[in-house]
């Protein structure tokens, strides 16, 4: 356990340039502590106390924000960024080196007990607020836009945005690129085909009335 927080603790200083200093880190990031307190309530779940492993996991929620069924699997150095909002369902799968924004959400879709919530791969970002709902994968190094709503399986590398999530980039090599600031903008590049086509329009209208 203490290994486990000593690599988090590490990762989060390479990938948050808001970190200052290891007692920040420990003390401060409510999306590591979340984190902490799953593996111990998971570890209960796993031995069959699952009262206990719940009521841990419902302190988890009302103290870090996060909710996290206890039955989730969580690879490592998984870093959930802010961490308000954030709500992961129990047959999900977390793999490594994955990052989750705040209000992101791996729910589920089905009412029987079978595997029913996304199985999240290693090297994925899943932005703010985005919502990966049903018993689908996202493949490795997959980045799933800001307030996208995920219904289907992600190809490795693929890049998701929108309602409902579409593909707006392949990279069939898989990078583990985590630079999420640099997804593409749908709605940004629809309202500049408009006004490019507006543009367009109105010097045909000018090349017309020149001639007359």
């Known amino acids: 356990m203490f290994e486990r927080i000593k690599e988090d603790i590490t990762m989060v200083r390479l990938r948050d340039p808001a970190a200052k200093s290891t007692a920040e880190i420990f003390f401060c990031y409510s999306g590591l502590h979340a984190i902490w307190v799953h593996l111990i309530a998971h570890r209960l779940w796993n031995s069959n106390n699952y009262f206990l492993a719940r009521l841990l996991s419902h302190f988890n929620r009302f103290?870090?924000?996060?909710?996290?069924?206890?039955a989730v699997k969580i690879g490592r150095r998984v870093f959930i960024d802010h961490g308000m909002g954030v709500v992961i369902?129990?047959?999900?799968?977390?793999?490594?080196?994955?990052?989750?924004?705040?209000?992101?959400?791996?729910?589920?879709?089905?009412?029987?007990?079978?595997?029913?919530?996304?199985?999240?791969?290693?090297?994925?970002?899943?932005g703010a607020g985005a919502i990966v709902i049903g018993n689908i994968e996202l493949g490795n190094g997959a980045k799933i836009g800001a307030g996208a709503?995920?219904?289907k399986d992600v190809p490795c590398?693929?890049?998701?945005?929108?309602?409902?999530?579409?593909?707006?980039?392949?990279?069939?090599?898989?990078?583990?690129?985590?630079?999420?600031?640099?997804?593409?903008?749908?709605?940004?590049?629809?309202l500049n085909n408009i006004i490019k086509k507006q543009e367009d329009l109105e010097k045909e209208l000018d090349i017309l009335k020149s001639k007359d």
């Open 89 to 126: 369902g129990e047959t999900a799968v977390v793999g490594d080196d994955v990052i989750i924004y705040q209000g992101a959400v791996l729910g589920g879709t089905s009412l029987s007990k079978e595997k029913r919530h996304p199985t999240v791969d290693n090297g994925v970002v899943i």
């Open 157 to 190: 590398g693929d890049t998701i945005v929108g309602v409902p999530g579409r593909i707006v980039h392949e990279d069939r090599k898989c990078h583990m690129d985590q630079e999420h600031q640099n997804l593409p903008d749908p709605v940004n590049e629809a």
């Open 63 to 70: 103290f870090t924000g996060v909710e996290i069924h206890p």
């Open 149 to 151: 709503v995920v219904l």
